[in-house]
């Protein structure tokens, strides 16, 4: 006889199950019957934890992005300098982004359904506001310790956002012709010289 697994594993097998089906087949061509036959459990079980594959997908998304943040938050808290936090933030995004490229492929698809679906919205706005005010909150510091320039804080985070938000969609929609690290180094140093006083 098999031991039962605890809920929040059997969720962690549900979400890798799903996560692989979406990346495979996208939302629309993916069923419950996938995710199940994928997760190894009955359509029954994924319903027990999700009431639709919708609730699911917007579950799975605010999951790994909320795992992403704190990652990225406890990686920036210890360092003191303005600059030096916006330079690691940006830097551990990237090195967090090479090494989950699943899930940032799975999140372009559910960033795109957000334009016909407010529920989706709604998620993607919440990770809109959540990055702008941890880029104002740098910012501000910066500018009250004197080592950025007078500058309004929520326009330049936002310009940070929008900066990284075209480099992961670009990642995924075109064929590169560029060092993805280079490229990189260039919009850091460029918003950098920038905002410094």
Do not use: W
């Amino acid at each position: 006889m098999t031991a039962k697994k605890a809920p929040d594993i059997r969720k962690e097998e549900i979400f890798e199950a799903a996560l692989h089906c979406f990346n495979h087949k996208g939302y629309y061509g993916t069923s419950i019957d996938d995710i199940a036959a994928q997760a190894a459990i009955s359509k029954g079980g994924i319903y027990h934890h999700f009431p639709s594959k919708k609730s699911l997908f917007i579950e799975l998304y605010q999951s790994r992005v909320n795992r992403y943040f704190d990652v990225l938050k406890a990686n920036i808290d210890s360092v003191t300098d303005p600059a030096e936090r916006i330079r690691d933030f940006v830097e551990k995004s990237d090195q967090i982004f090479q090494q989950n490229l699943d899930i940032l492929k799975f999140s372009l698809e559910f960033m795109t359904l957000s334009l016909r679906d407010p529920h989706i919205r709604k998620a993607v706005t919440r990770v809109y506001r959540n990055r702008v005010n941890i880029f104002t909150r740098i910012l501000t510091e910066g500018i009250e310790e004197g080592s950025f320039k007078k500058l309004e804080a929520r326009g330049v985070a936002r310009t940070l956002y929008f900066l990284s938000m075209g480099f992961f969609l670009n990642y995924f929609t075109v064929d590169i012709d560029f060092d993805l690290k280079k490229q990189h180094s260039i919009n850091m140093k460029t918003i950098l010289e920038g905002i410094r006083k």
